[in-house]
């Protein structure tokens, strides 16, 4: 089964070398595993984004940046191939940046 972890957190963490070492290794090995598949990526900076709601009139409005001005941002999320949830949680949970603060949230792809 497919699904997916959604990885939050402050965006100021993100950046120590030490802890993008280990990021890599987690991918490296879960990759080698068969958990992580292809179709994850790392977000940009949310201060590079736009975002697209309704208007007052029903008409799309965009802004720039993101909806609500948030501590912790979605930096990314990660496609995994588990066998089961169980098993997609427990992937999920050796997450390196977890330890820095970040949370990852798993949840079932439907289709």
């Given at each position: 089964m497919?699904?997916?972890?959604?990885?939050?957190?402050?965006?100021?963490?993100?950046?120590d070398?030490?802890?993008?070492?280990?990021?890599?290794?987690?991918w490296?090995?879960?990759?080698?595993?068969?958990?992580?598949?292809?179709?994850?990526?790392?977000?940009?900076?949310?201060h590079?984004a736009?975002?697209?709601?309704?208007g007052?009139?029903?008409?799309?409005?965009?802004t720039?940046?993101?909806?609500?001005?948030?501590?912790?941002?979605?930096?990314?999320?990660?496609?995994?191939?588990?066998?089961?949830?169980d098993?997609?949680?427990a992937?999920?949970?050796?997450?390196?940046?977890?330890?820095?603060?970040?949370?990852?949230?798993?949840?079932?792809?439907?289709?």
């Amino acid at each position: 089964m497919r699904y997916t972890m959604v990885i939050w957190g402050d965006d100021s963490t993100g950046k120590d070398p030490a802890l993008i070492d280990e990021v890599d290794a987690w991918w490296q090995k879960w990759h080698a595993a068969g958990k992580v598949v292809r179709g994850g990526a790392k977000l940009d900076s949310p201060h590079v984004a736009r975002t697209v709601s309704r208007g007052a009139d029903g008409q799309p409005v965009v802004t720039d940046g993101p909806y609500l001005e948030l501590k912790e941002i979605i930096g990314g999320y990660i496609h995994l191939e588990a066998d089961d949830f169980d098993e997609a949680v427990a992937v999920a949970a050796t997450w390196p940046a977890i330890a820095a603060g970040y949370t990852v949230e798993v949840r079932p792809i439907v289709g």
